[in-house]
């Protein structure tokens, strides 16, 4: 028995929903310690306007946010507080690690400073650039919200999904994907 | 009004100075580490540098030329007649302990405590000697030119996040 539907009405998945709500509206964490936060501020201002990706909402408590942007240098003193704030964010949640200190230490090869802080928290999105620019910021966050859509997110918590994936691979293994505008480290898509 | 060289002069006269040096007119008083406090002191009362700018440390080792390993700089400062003046003290191991100058200038509280997290030289009746910028499970002193550019694996050594446990 065929039903007729009208035509404001549209079929899809609960997952696809959900996954579409949650990639236009990411709330950032912008955890900025150095040089590359400025290039941050840059991207949220009205130039770049992250806005039109809806991801304007820059929140300073990690109680409202889903997505970390890491940008800047993090030693190690600074590595216990990046963790809290990171598990202070509920799931769903993304990080973005922004830039060559964030992502493998850049030239800062000294005692202080952790050398990527994939090392010590999870990173779902490389940008590389000393500092990246805007665009590549912006490209970065258009690579999440394609990674977002990929992923079911209503059947189960982001721990019970990652139980079902392969470990990460390290940094130096990602392949480097030509993209619009320039090339950007994507971690491969998490599929089981 | 004491110039400095007549500052200069009054303290050889008292037998406390090792050497003296002058470059670009900014002149460098160099005393044993016993006598530091002394010196300080009657430069503070007597001759009214009452500012401490800096405190800070240059390690030594496998300087052309230098036979001690550590020398400390104080930077005074007179705030009444504009003088400047340096006081250097060299220490050797095993003996890198010298008097703490809060006592007399507030200001080398925070600025001997950074000495004492990167080189290691202790100070004497320091009223809270603690690190102040490495993490206080930090075990070495990186600025001293023996420890590793790299570090003993410290920044490894910390707690991996999973996604699955966060
Ligand atoms: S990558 Fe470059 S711009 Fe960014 S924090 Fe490091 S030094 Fe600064």
């Given amino acids: 028995m065929a039903v007729e539907l009208p035509d404001n009405v549209v079929m899809t998945r609960l997952d696809t929903l959900a996954s579409w709500c949650r990639k236009n509206s990411l709330w950032p964490m912008p955890f900025a310690t150095a040089c590359c936060g ?40 600074m590595m216990p507080v990046l963790q809290r704030i990171w598990q202070q964010m509920h ?29 010590f928290i999870p990173v779902d999105m490389y940008i590389p650039g000393c500092p990246p620019r805007p665009e590549q910021l912006i490209q970065a966050i258009i690579d999440l919200q394609d990674l ?24 130096s293994e990602l392949p480097i994907l030509p993209s619009s505008s320039g090339a950007q480290f994507r971690a491969p898509p998490r599929s089981s | 009004m004491a110039t400095i060289a007549e500052i200069v002069e009054a303290l050889e006269e008292s037998g406390d100075v090792v050497a003296t040096s002058t470059f670009r007119g900014d002149t460098r008083v160099v005393v044993l580490p016993e006598r530091l406090a002394p010196v300080a002191r009657r430069l503070q009362v007597e001759f009214g540098f009452d500012m401490l700018i800096d405190v800070t440390c240059v390690d030594y080792l496998q300087y052309p030329g230098a036979r001690d390993r550590f020398g400390l ?23 890198l302990e010298v008097d703490s100058l809060v006592p007399l200038w507030e200001s080398a509280n925070w600025m001997e405590r950074e000495v004492y997290d990167l080189f290691g030289i202790r100070f004497r009746r320091h009223p809270d000697l603690r690190r102040i910028l490495l993490p206080e499970a930090f075990t070495s002193h990186p600025l001293r030119k023996d420890y590793p550019l790299q570090g003993r694996g410290e920044r490894h050594h910390l707690p991996v996040i999973e996604r699955g446990e966060s």
């Fill in chain 1, 148 to 171: 977002i859509t990929d992923r079911e997110t209503t059947v189960g918590t982001e721990a019970e999904i990652t139980r079902r994936e392969p470990p990460k691979r390290a940094l």
């Fill in chain 2, 73 to 95: 700089v104080y930077s005074l400062f007179s705030t009444e007649s504009n003088q400047r003046l340096w006081l250097r003290v060299f220490l050797n191991e095993p003996d």
């Fill in chain 1, 38 to 77: 400025i290039e941050l501020m840059a991207t949220g201002a009205s130039r770049h306007d992250l806005a039109r990706f809806g991801a304007e909402v820059f929140r300073f408590t990690p109680r409202q946010c889903d997505l970390m942007i890491v940008a800047g240098r993090v030693v190690m003193k």
């Fill in chain 1, 91 to 119: 799931e769903p949640k993304w990080c973005i690690s922004m830039g060559a200190c964030c992502s493998s230490g850049g030239v800062f090869d000294t005692y202080a400073v952790v050398q990527g802080i994939d090392r």
